[in-house]
């Protein structure tokens, strides 16, 4: 499959926010730890879906269409705003709890992610420039 640079790097961020959903998002101290796989990491995971149709669906070699591209960058903002939520939650019970790599992983894959659809972070092209 042929995609567009900007699809090929949506899609990696996607992937990066999925793994991070397996690390730890809490952690127990000494009872162990929790992946991102309940409450509001759901919502994440939904992020995450959500993008990886984004760019499936539709010509995958032109970059985000103006429908499209919507759809990513709430998709995006879903994976980001899920982690902060969760991140939020954790000071609400009676043990202590301590959040995870994970977490803070998949915050800033869709952090990252959500500007790099919308155009403020942009990768150098390594194409190089023609000999004469």
Wanted: with cysteine.
């Amino acid at each position: 499959m042929n995609f567009h640079k900007q699809k090929l790097y949506a899609l990696i961020i996607a992937g990066i926010a999925f793994i991070s959903l397996f690390l730890p998002w809490v952690s127990m101290g000494m009872f162990g730890s929790v992946n991102g796989f309940r409450s509001w990491g759901l919502l994440s995971f939904l992020g995450v879906v959500g993008v990886i149709v984004s760019c499936f669906m539709g010509d995958k070699s032109i970059p985000f269409d103006d429908t499209f591209k919507k759809v990513a960058m709430g998709s995006f903002a879903g994976i980001a705003v899920g982690a902060l939520i969760y991140y939020f939650n954790l000071g609400s019970g009676f043990i202590r709890l301590d959040s995870g790599f994970g977490l803070w992983l998949c915050l800033i894959a869709g952090i990252l992610g959500l500007l790099w659809v919308i155009g403020l972070v942009k990768l150098p092209d390594n194409k190089k420039p023609p000999t004469p």
